[in-house]
């Protein structure tokens, strides 16, 4: 079964850290770009960083860039979301998903396999 699973989430305080992991089973990442997206109650889910299956010229939205890493392991299967300097706004779910088209396009609408996502919540 093809999956991808999200863990890592929960409270932080602004300023603070936390490390996001995405999760494949049932398939290998090696022939796939993986994106995390966040997605906050009454808006769009929004691109967040995106790596190629190689993990060159990675991808961040303006609002993350400098505070958050996106890196990825093959050999075991995970791709991480290091995210620093965390702000409130940072507040949302997180997903993960996959692109078998590698074609460096970090939108929602090219990802699939969605994971259920894991909640991060920034509050003091």
């Known amino acids: 079964q093809v999956q991808l699973e999200e863990s890592g989430g929960g409270l932080a305080q602004p300023g603070g850290s936390l490390r996001l992991s995405c999760t494949a089973s049932?398939?290998?990442?090696?022939?796939?770009?993986i994106g995390w997206f966040r997605q906050t109650p009454g808006k769009e889910r929004e691109p967040i960083a995106c790596t190629t299956k190689t993990g060159e010229a990675p991808y961040y939205a303006e609002s993350v860039k400098g505070r958050f890493t996106i890196s990825r392991d093959n050999g075991n299967n995970v791709v991480y979301l290091q995210m620093n300097s965390l702000k409130p706004e940072d507040t949302a779910v997180y997903f993960c998903?996959?692109?078998?088209?590698?074609?460096?396009?970090?939108?929602?609408?090219?990802?699939?396999?969605w994971g259920q996502g894991t909640q991060v919540t920034v509050s003091s």
């Open positions: 998903a996959r692109d078998p088209t590698n074609r460096r396009i970090c939108a929602t609408r090219v990802f699939g396999s």
């Open positions: 049932g398939f290998s990442l090696d022939y796939y770009a």
